[in-house]
């Protein structure tokens, strides 16, 4: 497994292995990973013959007052998983090659990236759909994989591909799942046991609006209320029903739906979601 920290470094290699017609796949990462991280690289080592996982821990996503500077750096622990996972490549950029002095230029994908996170953290799809860009152009991969658990985060860039004509999959995964129901994310890493169990409310809140669309409930307000009134644990930043593509609400259940929320158990910042088609 090579390491690699210059985007002419990275082209140079992808340059490479598409002369010799291999396909390569890319997992984009802020590191710090866990079994969903390695889900998809999995995924990608499957799918494609050669699997890349960039790992960049991105300023621009993050608000001042937001955790870039405390957001967990495990690189030694991560390329131990990147290695059993079948990665070829670590990409790992550092910060002032990515964004170098008098950097001007960034990547806006409108509509689908307003509300939800958007709008609790509007300067964040600015940042992701930059970043990725960047990735991809330095990574040049046919496949790009993205976890479901930022299902808004995958609808932007999904929308971003199509929109500028980039030729990548873009390849979405289920959510993986503590034994508990807890969606894993790097920042769980955050809680304090306290704070974890208050955080099992999001999941079963999820859980019990399924039921409650397979028993036929169909009104959006209903199970929006519903799924609010199974979070008192946590501080509610949002609960949205909205459609799976577009990130647009809701009224009735129908279509690809997605139950959407996002949550403060303490000073973290929890998001989780439930995608379906009705
Ligand atoms: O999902 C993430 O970890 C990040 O938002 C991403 C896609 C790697 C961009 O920094």
Same mark, same amino acid.
């Given at each position: 497994m090579t390491i690699i920290d210059t985007p002419e470094a990275m082209r140079a290699w992808s340059f490479e292995q598409r002369a010799l017609g291999k396909t390569i796949g890319l997992v984009p990462t802020m590191g710090a990973l866990h079994e969903g991280h390695a889900s998809l690289m999995r995924a990608a080592s499957r799918g494609n013959d050669l699997a890349v996982l960039s790992i960049f821990v991105n300023p621009t996503q993050f608000a001042p007052h937001e955790d870039f500077n405390q957001y967990p750096r495990t690189f030694d622990a991560?390329?131990?998983?990147?290695? &059993?996972?079948? @990665? /070829?490549?670590? !990409? &790992?950029?550092? @910060? /002032?090659?990515? !964004?170098p002095e008098r950097y001007s230029t960034y990547v806006i994908v409108e509509d689908v990236s307003q509300?939800?996170?958007?709008?609790?953290?509007?300067?964040?799809?600015?940042?992701?759909?930059?970043?990725?860009?960047?990735?991809?152009?330095?990574?040049?991969?046919?496949?790009?994989?993205?976890?479901?658990?930022?299902?808004?985060?995958?609808?932007?860039?999904?929308?971003?591909?199509?929109?500028?004509?980039?030729?990548?999959?873009?390849?979405?995964?289920p959510i993986v799942r503590e034994p508990d129901g807890l969606a894993m994310s790097s920042r769980n890493a955050y809680l304090s046991a306290e704070e974890r169990a208050r955080a099992l409310c999001l999941s079963r809140s999820l859980f019990e609006a399924r039921e409650s669309i397979e028993a036929g409930e169909r009104d959006a307000h209903t199970l929006v209320a519903q799924v609010r009134a199974g979070m008192a644990d946590v501080q509610v930043d949002y609960v949205?029903?909205?459609?799976?593509?577009?990130?647009?609400?809701?009224?009735?259940?129908?279509?690809?739906?997605?139950?959407?929320?996002?949550?403060?158990?303490?000073k973290t910042r929890l998001i989780d979601n439930i995608k379906f088609e009705v």
């Open positions: 991560d390329s131990r998983i990147a290695e &059993a996972t079948g @990665a /070829s490549v670590i !990409y &790992a950029p550092r @910060a /002032s090659t990515m !964004y509300g939800l996170c958007g709008g609790s953290r509007p300067h964040f799809f600015r940042g992701v759909a930059t970043v990725v860009t960047k990735l991809f152009n330095a990574v040049l991969p046919h496949r790009a994989y993205f976890g479901q658990k930022d299902a808004q985060q995958c609808a932007v860039i999904k929308r971003m591909t199509r929109d500028l004509d980039m030729d990548i999959e873009i390849v979405e995964m949205e029903l909205v459609d799976g593509e577009t990130m647009q609400p809701l009224e009735r259940i129908a279509g690809t739906v997605l139950v959407a929320i996002a949550a403060w158990a303490g």
